[in-house]
């Protein structure tokens, strides 16, 4: 793995909206972990000028974190999963989420005015009318309780804003 110097795994990231690039760290350091290599983790963001040290997993811990990410990714061949990371909901906000915060979130990244949703999958979607299905705001939330979530206790520091 390109990443790793010595017994750091490193991710840098330049972009504005960083959910997808902790993400992205996030599982590929369960992987690393999960696979017996002892390594520490660090995330560093060019917009916060700042770098995260990822907080030390067990294997086991890794392993079951990667089973629940596989259980949900097996989910999203059955059925589409209404998380995007472009629409932005805070780790925060997941619990208390409700229909009319969730709407406010997928209408800011449909219709951004500064970088148009280009992405003719969502876009269809959106058209007819799935992310406004009952019960879209629960799965919303079973989703990023697995994906989002487990950021802030990985990246503490990051999510003390």
Do not use: W
């Not at 058209?127 to 990985?154: D, M, Q, S, W």
């Amino acid at each position: 793995m390109s990443n790793v110097f010595g017994t750091k795994l490193v991710f840098v990231s330049y972009s504005k909206q960083e959910n997808k690039y902790l993400l992205d760290a996030y599982i590929r350091y369960l992987v690393s972990v999960a696979s017996g290599f002892d390594l520490e983790m660090y995330f560093i963001s060019a917009e916060n000028v700042t770098t995260y040290r990822a907080a030390s997993l067990s294997p086991q811990d890794a392993t079951t974190r990667l089973a629940e990410l596989l259980q949900l990714y097996k989910k999203g061949h059955e059925a589409i999963i209404p998380y995007f990371d472009r629409i932005i909901i805070e780790p925060a906000d997941i619990e208390e989420l409700d229909e009319v915060m969730f709407d406010k979130a997928v209408e800011k990244y449909i219709h951004s005015f500064t970088i148009p949703c280009d992405d003719e999958y969502l876009l269809n979607e959106y058209r007819t009318g799935f992310f406004h299905e009952a019960g879209i705001v629960e799965r919303y939330k079973a989703a990023a309780t697995l994906l989002l979530t487990p950021l802030v206790e990985v990246f503490p520091e990051y999510y003390k804003k």
